[in-house]
């Protein structure tokens, strides 16, 4: 098959959607011509048999005329028709057939029934009204008379007929089917191949698995975006984070080689300290978030009290008139280090500072439970971009020890971020 297959197309078939429906054709052809080709030659055998059993019921259907012939004319020899002959004794008989004596009475028997000069001899005697028993041979050559010629032409239209119906309705039937099937399939391809911004579309008649194959795609595509957009903000973020006690490092070095005075250069020393000392937290956190080097202790308890959290740093950033208060409950133990839970607060307190212009902030803190509730301006469009800088640390914190991060806003004014231990 594939000698014929090369033959026709010329090339050898890929695995595309064109090729694949070609080789689909050609196969369905194939099936349409051999079915075709089966019908012919059995109803051809069929009318070959049958050809002999009409002969013989051609044959016997004589006998009666033969025997009303001889009680008239009382020859041994009598041409009864075009291709029958009767003989009413032996000696009658032509010498081929004197040599195949005896013959069985009452039935036909057939001489080289394949041969062009085959024949089939009917041997039934009868008894005349005289009571003489005459012997009556009937003789009609197999190949003499020839039946089911119209049959023979009515068998060929019908076997040519039926492969063409076969050929052109299965290569329609085929074409309209996969055309159903991968039309899709390529129209996904080509959006796949085009690389543009819109969604992923196919057509609403196509079947449900390829369209839940587009819904998949357009949710890993919104997800590349926005894991790109996340990386984005979180390299910005590790930017600012980073900058900031670099600059607080470089002024105070600066500083030191203006003023030889020992309080002046303890005091710069102390705050190249501890903008290393916050630069260095800072480079733990992003390198454990990035390594997931925390998971090896996420299942860690440590007990916080009010007296671990230092919130000096954020009082200077409040705006006129603004409270920020503390609430730890007793014997709360949690599964985040100091530095990562300070980097939380870190990024939690700022956004709120940032949007509070006045009344109050409050950080409770328990054990499945951290909560920043502030009485800003609350949720905007923006969140992703307003809040979005520290909050992607948030959420990555919280992925890693295992708890959900939500931003919600309050039912009088402000905005609540809260974190829930995932049970």
Request: charged share 25%.
């Given at each position: ?8 197309f010329r090339k050898p078939l890929g695995n595309s ?7 689909l054709i050609f196969v369905f052809s194939v099936i ?320 709120a500072i940032r949007f509070t212009e006045k009344g ?64």
């Amino acid at each position: 098959m594939k000698w014929l297959r090369t033959l026709m197309f010329r090339k050898p078939l890929g695995n595309s959607i064109d090729d694949v429906k070609s080789r689909l054709i050609f196969v369905f052809s194939v099936i349409a011509l051999t079915s075709s080709s089966l019908v012919f030659f059995s109803f051809s055998l069929h009318l070959i048999f049958n050809e002999n059993a009409q002969i013989e019921r051609h044959l016997k259907s004589f006998e009666s005329i033969a025997k009303d012939h001889f009680s008239l004319a009382k020859d041994d020899f009598s041409q009864l028709g075009p291709y029958v002959r009767a003989y009413y004794s032996e000696a009658a008989l032509d010498d081929e057939l004197k040599d195949l004596l005896p013959y069985e009475e009452g039935s036909v028997t057939r001489f080289r029934i394949f041969s062009e000069d085959g024949f089939m001899v009917y041997y039934t005697p009868f008894i005349e009204p005289s009571g003489a028993r005459v012997p009556l041979y009937l003789v009609v050559g197999s190949r003499s008379m020839d039946f089911g010629d119209d049959s023979w032409d009515i068998l060929m239209l019908i076997s040519f007929g039926l492969m063409a119906f076969l050929i052109a309705f299965l290569r329609f039937s085929l074409r309209r089917v996969f055309d159903g099937l991968m039309s899709p399939v390529l129209e996904l391809s080509e959006q796949l191949t085009a690389n543009k911004e819109e969604d992923f579309h196919v057509s609403e008649r196509s079947i449900d698995e390829i369209k839940a194959l587009k819904h998949h795609l357009n949710t890993y595509k919104q997800m590349k975006e926005r894991l790109a957009k996340q990386e984005m903000m979180f390299a910005k973020y590790a930017s600012h984070e980073l900058k900031t006690p670099i600059a607080v490092v470089l002024g105070a070095a600066n500083l030191q080689a203006m003023k030889d005075d020992p309080d002046f250069q303890s005091k710069q020393r102390e705050r190249i300290l501890i903008a290393a000392n916050n630069m260095q937290t800072t480079v733990e956190v992003l390198l454990s978030i990035v390594k997931q080097e925390n998971v090896r202790d996420a299942h860690q308890l440590r007990p916080i009290s009010s007296q671990d959290i230092s919130l000096d740093k954020y009082y200077k950033k409040l705006n006129t008139g603004v409270q920020l208060l503390l609430s730890v409950e007793l014997d709360t133990q949690i599964n985040m280090s100091p530095a990562v839970l300070d980097m939380v607060l870190k990024n939690l307190l700022n956004n709120a500072i940032r949007f509070t212009e006045k009344g109050k902030i409050e950080v409770v803190i328990t054990s499945n439970n951290i909560k920043v509730i502030d009485s800003g301006c609350g949720l905007n469009e923006e969140v992703d971009t307003e809040h979005g800088l520290g909050l992607l640390i948030v959420k990555r914190l919280c992925d890693s020890y295992g708890w959900t991060f939500s931003l919600t806003e309050n039912p009088s004014e402000g905005c609540c971020a809260e974190l829930n231990l995932s049970t």
